[in-house]
């Protein structure tokens, strides 16, 4: 069975500093897609970030990059140069690309405090 | 506008009673699903549409009854609502893996 796992529930962060958010996944799949989701206290599920399994090259976009690292199974969030409006919660998600479900499967989740 | 949408945003009932969420998405998108963010804030997949299809029904008691008119549309029918079910559903669709979020509908069983 597929499982992704965050195993930082909570974390903190000065503003204007770099924090790095963990996940690992577990699949037999060699096709697939990665995603970190952010759930902020509005409850909206906003996609921060995408990975294909395929590209060897990680995924960025602006303040966010992600370290992906196929062999280990490790698809980690990095946020750089924090910002409060970055305090949500986040969740790693798979999907795998063999699939015609499209069915994600989530982590936990990780609640990440900005401060100030 | 919005992409995917659904109603009500909140829902407060008495428990046993019957009550409907419905989801609507203008992305043209094939595939619509349901998912339950619990107390904890787990996130699990109830159903999944294609085209109208069920595809995926993930143990979800028989109370919880689905429903596709069309492909831009998934609503959700909770019959005999327990206090355990109290939570936030959430709409998505998507097209190739990536899922598009509804805001939620926040259900709370008294």
């Known amino acids: 069975a597929q499982t992704v796992t965050q195993s930082q529930p909570e974390m903190s962060v000065q503003e204007a500093e770099t924090v790095t958010l963990s996940c690992t996944y577990d699949t037999s799949e060699n096709n697939y897609y990665l995603f970190w989701y952010k759930q902020p206290p509005s409850r909206q599920m906003i996609l921060v970030i995408r990975q294909e399994a395929y590209k060897q090259q990680n995924a960025t976009e602006n303040r966010f990059s992600v370290n992906f690292q196929k062999a280990a199974k490790s698809f980690s969030l990095k946020i750089s140069d924090s910002q409060l409006g970055d305090t949500a919660m986040y969740f790693c998600?798979?999907?795998?690309?063999?699939?015609?479900?499209?069915?994600?499967?989530f982590g936990q989740g990780t609640t990440l405090q900005v401060k100030p | 506008d919005t992409a995917v949408s659904q109603t009500p945003k909140y829902l407060v009932t008495q428990m046993g009673n019957d009550k409907s969420i419905k989801c609507e998405q203008n992305?043209?998108?094939?595939?619509m699903y349901w998912y339950k963010q619990d107390s904890k804030k787990f996130l699990k997949i109830m159903f999944s549409y294609n085209n109208k299809e069920l595809i995926i029904n993930e143990t979800v008691p028989n109370r919880f009854s689905p429903k596709s008119p069309d492909k831009a549309h998934l609503n959700l029918h909770i019959n005999s609502l327990e206090l355990g079910d109290s939570a936030v559903y959430f709409c998505?669709?998507?097209?190739?893996?990536?899922?598009?979020f509804g805001e939620g509908s926040r259900l709370t069983v008294l």
């Open positions: 992305l043209g998108h094939d595939t």
């Open positions: 998505a669709s998507s097209q190739i893996g990536e899922l598009f």
């Open positions: 998600a798979f999907v795998g690309g063999d699939s015609n479900t499209g069915k994600l499967i």
